[in-house]
């Protein structure tokens, strides 16, 4: 069974700061790979997503995410981080097969996010 | 168009007794899954509707369960609670055609067992 590892539970990080936090994953065959993104007292959204192709994915607010298969990560990154970014961040993946869905997401346990103004 | 309805979004309830709580996906999407997210065991899956069919089932026991009716709308019941139950439980719906699709997730039912 795959599984998702965010090996940080809490960061605090200061406006205009970078932003690196990291995912792992455990599963020897092809994933749909995700960040979603939880704001206080919001549903949980998108952030951005990988399927196949460029590993290199851009998302919203200018967040991104870099898929590395050999180290099986999918970490997520900003250059500069807002006060507003302060959120519950989860990283997820999905093991659907080609051509029939399987809508099952294994999430990781959360990275919360405070930026400090 | 509307997003992921759940109702209520609120619940308290004591142990030994059971709920039921609801999902209206978004219209046109046909699959709907349910999580459990707690501080301890963050979000995990607990089963995915499909056709009126549990398509997928995660690792909780008998007394989770639910169903699907013809226009997509779910239900997930717990029976007999335990104080471990209490979580925020979330309802996503997704189209569910070819290859993966973007799952959207509702505001969640906080369920409180004491």
């Known amino acids: 069974a795959q599984s998702v590892s965010q090996h940080n539970h809490h960061v605090i990080l200061s406006e205009a700061a970078s932003l690196e936090l990291g995912c792992n994953y455990s599963y020897g065959g092809t994933v749909n790979l995700f960040w979603y993104v939880q704001y206080p007292g919001q549903h949980l959204q998108l952030l951005l997503k990988?399927?196949?192709?460029?590993?290199l994915v851009k998302g919203i607010k200018g967040f991104e995410a870099e898929f590395i298969k050999s180290k099986f990560s999918f970490n997520l990154r900003k250059p500069s981080v807002q006060w507003s970014d302060t959120a519950e961040y989860f990283c997820?993946?999905?093991?659907?097969?080609?051509?029939?869905?399987?809508?099952?997401?294994?999430f990781g346990t959360g990275t919360r996010l405070t930026i400090i103004p | 168009k509307a997003g992921v309805t759940q109702t209520p979004r609120y619940l308290i309830k004591t142990r030994g007794q059971q709920v039921t709580l609801s999902c209206s996906p978004i219209?046109?999407?046909?699959?709907v899954s349910w999580y459990q997210q707690t501080p301890g065991q963050g979000l995990q899956f607990l089963f995915e509707y499909f056709s009126e069919t549990q398509r997928n089932k995660g690792n909780f026991p008998g007394r989770f369960s639910g169903r699907q009716f013809s226009n997509s709308r779910s239900e997930m019941n717990v029976s007999t609670l335990e104080l471990g139950d209490s979580a925020l439980y979330l309802c996503?719906?997704?189209?569910?055609?070819?290859?993966?699709?973007?799952?959207?997730f509702g505001p969640g039912t906080r369920l409180t067992v004491l």
């Open positions: 219209s046109g999407h046909r699959s």
């Open positions: 990988y399927f196949s192709g460029d590993p």
């Open positions: 997820a993946v999905n093991t659907g097969v080609a051509n029939f869905g399987n809508e099952k997401l294994t």
């Open positions: 996503a719906s997704s189209f569910r055609g070819e290859g993966y699709n973007e799952q959207f």
